[in-house]
Structures are given as structure tokens and as C-alpha cells.
T-cell receptor
Framework: DAGVTQSPTHLIKTRGQQVTLRCSPI?????VSWYQQVLGQGPQFIFQ???????GRGNFPDRFSARQFPNYSSELNVNALLLGDSALYLC?????????????FGQGTRLTVV | DAKTTQPNSMESNEEEPVHLPCNHS???????IHWYRQLPSQGPEYVIH???SNVNNRMASLAIAEDRKSSTLILHRATLRDAAVYYC??????????????FGKGTRLSVIA
């Protein structure tokens, strides 16, 4: 079975540009979450979607947005990129959003803003 | 959110047991204790979770203190592949079911051959 897949694996963008990251969850998983991990830190929660609805949002500016599609895949968009947005962006999927549900992570997209 | 405290780093010899501690003195009665680990250049992966009783699975054991203010992740025989950052996380159920994982800095485990 395929795990969580993210694309692209790496990309380089210039300050002020916009970027779209993509995530395909494990088949049957309806919840997708996005995390940002800067070097040396643990992942920080950005968004959670369940059944195509936003169920949670972390402390990130409005430049960050996301959506979930009918097939439960998801996109994370970041506008007006800043150098500080350089990070590993992780997508996690799970069957549901309950506290005792295991989350499965993809390998992430490494974004470098120059 | 209730917070966890973990040592920044630990070291273990290969094939020896490893006990990774986590303090969570402000844990609430409904908080689940989860452990994830992140191997180099990979996303985090689930290890184990529990509420009150000790738990075992193929990867590890989780020992939870009687007052639930601390827990210990036990790797019974460390291998080089266990070298990773280990995160202890509390997750609380809500009416909306929204329970994102709140990661700290974790414990970086080094395994020596």
C-alpha cells in the first residue's frame, strides 16, 4: 500500500513568490494535516482538514492557506514567500481526527526561499 | 495545551535497552500520551500511545506512572536504525475531534555500535 505522498520533494523559490505543495493521503484516510518544520525544531501545526472542511488552524499568517479535494488529497499554498518560510513541510493523514488516532506522515517537501 | 519535558539528547549502546523519559506534570485526565520518532531525512512516524495502562507493541513499550505525570518509552534492544529524534506528545480529545499533534524539540537518541 502506498503511504502518504508529497510533491514536489524539493523546490527553490524567490522571496515574494507563491508556492503550492501537494499531498495524497493513504487510501481511506479522510483527515489531512500540514506541519512546518524548521531546522532544529519539531514540526509545527499549520492546518487540519477532515472531509474537505477545515477543522483546525495553527498560529500562521494568512499567507498560508490550504484546501482538501473530494478525493481527500490536499494542497498547501503559501503566498508572498519570506526567507523564514524555508522549511520542511510535512503532510500527515489519518482515518479521523480523534486523539487516539495514529497519524501517518509523508517524507515532506523541502522548500528553500532565496 | 499541557506541555511535555524531555532531555535534549541521550546515548545508548547497540543491543542495550533504552529508557526515554518524558515529564508531563500538567496532564489532564483525558490526555493521551503519544510517542513519535523522526529518523534522519524522514517524516515522523508513530511509535506508541497510551492513556493510563502500560502498553506494548512490536516497536516499543510505554510505561506510564501511576499519577500520569511522567512516562517512559522503552526500546528493548536498541539498533542503529533506532537513532532518531523521539517526541513525547499529549493529545486531548475535543468535541470537534480536532487534535493536532503538538511537537516539542524531542530527545535525540544516538546509538553507538
Amino acid at each position: 500500500d502506498a503511504g502518504v505522498t508529497q510533491s514536489p520533494t524539493h523546490l527553490i523559490k524567490t522571496r515574494g513568490q507563491q508556492v503550492t505543495l501537494r499531498c495524497s493521503p493513504i487510501s481511506g484516510h479522510k483527515s489531512v494535516s500540514w506541519y512546518q518544520q524548521v531546522l532544529g525544531q519539531g514540526p509545527q501545526f499549520i492546518f487540519q482538514y477532515y472531509e474537505k472542511e477545515e477543522r483546525g488552524r495553527g498560529n500562521f499568517p494568512d499567507r498560508f492557506s490550504a484546501r482538501q479535494f473530494p478525493n481527500y488529497s490536499s494542497e498547501l499554498n503559501v503566498n508572498a514567500l519570506l526567507l523564514g518560510d524555508s522549511a520542511l513541510y510535512l503532510c500527515a493523514s489519518s482515518l479521523m481526527t480523534r486523539a487516539n488516532t495514529e497519524a501517518f506522515f509523508g517524507q515532506g517537501t523541502r522548500l528553500t526561499v532565496v | 495545551d499541557a506541555k511535555t519535558t524531555q532531555p535534549n539528547s541521550m546515548e545508548s549502546n547497540e543491543e542495550e535497552p533504552v529508557h526515554l523519559p518524558c515529564n508531563h506534570s500538567t496532564i489532564s485526565g483525558t490526555d493521551y500520551i503519544h510517542w513519535y520518532r523522526q529518523l534522519p531525512s524522514q517524516g515522523p512516524e508513530y511509535v506508541i500511545h497510551g492513556l493510563t495502562s502500560n502498553v506494548n507493541n512490536r516497536m516499543a513499550s510505554l510505561a506510564i506512572a501511576e499519577d500520569r505525570k511522567s512516562s517512559t518509552l522503552i526500546l528493548h534492544r536498541a539498533t542503529l536504525r533506532d537513532a532518531a529524534v523521539y517526541y513525547c506528545i499529549l493529545r486531548r480529545p475535543t468535541s470537534s475531534g480536532n487534535t493536532p499533534l503538538v511537537f516539542g524539540k524531542g530527545t535525540r537518541l544516538s546509538v553507538i555500535a
